[in-house]
Nanobody
Framework: QLRLVESGGGSVQSGESLTLSCAIYGILHRRHVLGWFRETPQQEREGVAAVDSDGSISYRPTVKGRFTISLNNAKDTLYLQLSDLKPEDTAMYYC????????????????????WGQGTQVTVSA
């Protein structure tokens, strides 16, 4: 089993930055994919960024160039650096993981999971 715990959300002004962290508890298989998804009451959950065990990284087009996903060397913390935040980035952000290899682009285009964190709220005001 994997347990994912997000932190780092908050309320910021447009143009500011935040870094989200996802602590990973459990065994992450050699072949895996990790990602960040977001959801609002008006918008169903969507993939934001993902990194797979082959080193492939993918981003949603609307965040590419502003968000950066990374995994630490110990493979126990996944990060999402959010910069130049916009009000439309306001959402609950979830960390997700799958213990098999799915290409990062396919992962963010899909439903994500099956492992999920509890989410961390990011609110961006104009």
């Amino acid at each position: 089993q994997l347990r994912l715990v997000e932190s780092g959300g908050g309320s910021v002004q447009s143009g500011e930055s935040l870094t989200l962290s996802c602590a990973i508890y459990g065994i992450l298989h050699r072949r895996h994919v990790l990602g960040w998804f977001r959801e609002t009451p008006q918008q169903e959950r969507e993939g934001v960024a993902a990194v797979d065990s082959d080193g492939s990284i993918s981003y949603r087009p609307t965040v590419k160039g502003r968000f950066t996903i990374s995994l630490n060397n110990a493979k126990d913390t996944l990060y999402l650096q959010l910069s130049d935040l916009k009000p439309e980035d306001t959402a609950m952000y979830y960390c997700a993981a799958e213990r098999s290899l799915v290409h990062s682009e396919r992962y963010i285009m899909g439903r994500g999971g099956p492992y999920w964190g509890q989410g961390t709220q990011v609110t961006v005001s104009a």
